[in-house]
């Protein structure tokens, strides 16, 4: 066990620094976040190479086993380029800008572990695009069943709350949690096939797990990620759906999978 605790943000993973300056194809520009160990000490000697910190001279640290376990559960690997090409990066942890990383843009993805929110601008502003696990080649594949295609997606972060298997999540017909509610454990292409009587849902209150709620019916237009560790799983009005969210109009709702 080390004599202190690096930070968790602090991970190098690829030659890349999840918090600071990106390491990309060799580049190792340094932000410091804690005191360097020992030369002395071998920190590291049982521990798989993807939990350790590496930094730039050459000392390594480990992470404590909870940090290990959360690093397990989310992986994602972004690239500069369509069909996986040109300057790339992993990530096990939330980035607020890509820019920051040395990226001008991302046009493809794969996401190896763990469902992932993208957004359209830095500081996980904008639009929404749910990532799953799967390959994205082009930006169509994230926002390809959205009425509002955008090639920009420059933040992204896990969602640590999704579980396909245990997912409640209740709506109602006004602001507030007040008026007709109804409870949902399933995914629904149609909320007004299945007896929703409005295009518009005001409130909703995610009772466990994390859903992705679509502006129109067939999971399409306006992606709103809704999470039970988030505003404590309360949406009381559409402005906390996503910081693009225009309107209350929900059509459709599912699952995240995990």
Same mark, same amino acid.
């Given at each position: 066990?080390?004599?202190?605790?690096?930070?968790?943000?602090?991970?190098?993973?690829?030659?890349?620094?999840?918090?600071?300056?990106?390491?990309?194809?060799?580049?190792?520009?340094?932000?410091?976040?804690?005191?360097?160990?020992?030369?002395?000490?071998?920190?590291?000697?049982?521990?798989?190479?993807?939990?350790?910190?590496?930094?730039?001279?050459?000392?390594?640290?480990?992470?404590?086993?909870?940090?290990?376990?959360?690093?397990?559960? !989310?992986?994602?690997?972004?690239?500069?380029?369509?069909?996986?090409?040109?300057?790339?990066?992993? !990530?096990?942890?939330?980035?607020?800008?890509?820019?920051?990383?040395?990226?001008?843009?991302?046009?493809?993805?794969?996401?190896?572990?763990?469902?992932?929110?993208?957004?359209?601008?830095?500081?996980?502003?904008?639009?929404?695009?749910?990532?799953?696990?799967?390959?994205?080649?082009?930006?169509?594949?994230?926002?390809?069943?959205?009425?509002?295609?955008?090639? *920009?997606?420059?933040?992204?972060?896990?969602?640590?709350?999704a579980n396909h298997s245990d997912s409640k999540v209740t709506m109602y017909e006004c602001e507030d949690f007040q008026g007709r509610k109804f409870e949902m454990c399933d995914d629904y292409p149609?909320?007004?096939?299945?007896?929703?009587?409005?295009?518009?849902?005001?409130?909703?209150?995610?009772?466990?797990?994390?859903?992705?709620?679509?502006?129109?019916?067939?999971?399409?237009?306006?992606?709103?990620?809704?999470?039970?560790?988030? *505003?404590?799983?309360?949406?009381?009005?559409?402005?906390?759906?996503?910081?693009?969210? *225009?309107?209350?109009?929900?059509?459709?709702?599912?699952?995240?999978? *995990?």
């Open positions: 066990m080390l004599p202190f605790q690096w930070p968790a943000q602090l991970l190098s993973v690829q030659g890349c620094w999840a918090n600071g300056v990106a390491q990309v194809q060799g580049a190792w520009p340094y932000k410091s976040m804690g005191r360097l160990l020992s030369p002395d000490i071998d920190y590291t000697a049982s521990v798989p190479p993807q939990y350790r910190l590496v930094t730039p001279k050459g000392e390594t640290a480990t992470m404590n086993t909870q940090q290990m376990e959360q690093m397990g559960q !989310f992986k994602i690997t972004v690239w500069e380029e369509e069909n996986f090409q040109g300057k790339r990066c992993e !990530f096990m942890l939330e980035c607020q800008n890509i820019m920051e990383r040395g990226f001008n843009k991302i046009r493809s993805i794969k996401v190896e572990n763990g469902p992932w929110v993208g957004y359209e601008y830095p500081e996980f502003q904008g639009q929404q695009f749910i990532l799953e696990k799967g390959d994205y080649p082009r930006y169509e594949a994230w926002s390809g069943n959205s009425s509002y295609r955008t090639e *920009h997606m420059l933040s992204f972060r896990p969602i640590k709350c149609s909320l007004q096939a299945m007896g929703w009587c409005s295009k518009e849902v005001p409130s909703i209150k995610v009772n466990s797990g994390a859903w992705v709620a679509y502006q129109f019916p067939g999971y399409r237009g306006y992606q709103y990620i809704l999470e039970r560790d988030r *505003h404590q799983g309360e949406y009381r009005n559409y402005n906390e759906y996503s910081t693009q969210a *225009h309107t209350n109009q929900v059509q459709s709702i599912r699952r995240i999978q *995990h």
